[in-house]
């Protein structure tokens, strides 16, 4: 890990972050913490993600429309397919169209049952993420992203299905794909280069997950079939009771994964912040990303 400055990062790389709707006045305290600390770092856009159910919609358009009202901050609304008829899914974009949303993420979602469980798209529905993005893109002048996964969806009997799902987002739409978190940025690369090769051009965007908690992450990982790697399982070995070293650890694991792929020609980057900031701060400041804040609090002390 290469730890030499490198002013010259902050101005190539562009950031965007990702929150979840919260449930609890709790849970929205801290997220706002984090959004203020984080809106100074001027990302290019702020996504909130949508779950399965009418509840997560009202929160998800709450959440967004206080970003939008509240903060300089541009936010990207997720929208899923599940358990919806078109009319329904149709509505859902009039009302973020209405509001002033003009960026959407567009999924196909998973079954309400819960991951594991066989995805059965509503009768009346948009099928996939493909099918929803063709009614955004009918619907207005929408930035559009998708998802994409660097080892393959767990459904995806193999890439070639997997990519082809991609190559049908784009052509119904997509301005770019975010990818489901990984940690092996060699995966990652040979994923793009597939998708170049399918004629994808679009770009691809990694998803990063700075490990909050790596139990977690572990469980969480191999249902979303992400692989965490032995390297990364003996780094976060024995920190389960002493949070402070984990904290330190894994933003110095997540900033290394950043500058790994600096290093390769990644200029973007989207971070599942878990409505967190420490962590996603840090990584941002170590590849260069600051605030106007910061900046003038070190000229102070200079
Ligand atoms: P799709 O792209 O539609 O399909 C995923 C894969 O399934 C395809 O690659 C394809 O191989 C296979 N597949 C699907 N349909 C077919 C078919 N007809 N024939 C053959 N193969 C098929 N979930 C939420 O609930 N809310 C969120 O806000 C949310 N945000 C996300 C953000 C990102 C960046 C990512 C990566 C994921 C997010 N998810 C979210 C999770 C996502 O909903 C799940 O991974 C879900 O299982 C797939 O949705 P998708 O849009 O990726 O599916």
């Not at 919260?22 to 100074?40: A, G, N, S």
């Not at 975010?178 to 990694?206: M, S, W």
Request: glycine letters at 6%.
């Amino acid at each position: 890990f290469r730890f030499s400055r490198r002013p010259d990062i902050g101005d190539k790389v562009r950031v965007s972050f990702e929150f979840f709707p919260p449930k609890t006045d709790e849970m929205e305290v801290r997220l706002w913490d984090t959004v203020t600390r984080l809106e100074p770092l001027k990302p290019r856009f702020v996504s909130v993600t949508y779950g399965a159910g009418g509840s997560t919609r009202e929160r998800t358009a709450r959440t967004v429309r206080r970003i939008l009202n509240e903060t300089t901050l541009t936010p990207a609304a997720h929208m899923t397919c599940v358990d919806a008829a078109r009319h329904q899914v149709d509505a859902v974009i009039s009302e973020f169209a209405e509001m002033g949303v003009t960026r959407f993420v567009a999924l196909r979602g998973d079954p309400a049952a819960g991951v594991g469980t066989a995805y059965r798209p509503h009768p009346e529905g948009y099928a996939n993420g493909a099918e929803l993005v063709g009614a955004l893109k009918s619907a207005g002048d929408f930035d559009i992203s998708v998802s994409a996964y660097p080892e393959k969806h767990p459904e995806s009997p193999d890439f070639a299905t997997d990519i082809d799902m991609l190559k049908r987002k784009v052509d119904n739409g997509a301005t770019r794909a975010i990818t489901q978190f990984f940690f092996d940025n060699d995966l990652y690369e040979r994923y793009v280069e597939r998708a170049r090769r399918a004629g994808i051009y679009i770009p691809i965007v990694p998803g990063i997950l700075p490990v909050h908690n790596f139990t977690q992450v572990a469980n969480f990982s191999s249902r979303c079939g992400a692989l965490v790697p032995a390297w990364l399982a003996e780094r976060f070995e024995g920190l389960e009771n002493d949070p402070q070293t984990h904290a330190l650890v894994a933003s110095a694991v997540a900033a290394e994964q950043v500058h790994d792929l600096v290093e390769r020609g990644v200029g973007d980057f989207h971070f599942y912040t878990m409505n967190r900031a420490d962590l996603v701060f840090a990584v941002c400041h170590m590849i260069g990303i600051r605030s106007h804040e910061s900046e003038a609090a070190g000229s102070a002390a200079a």
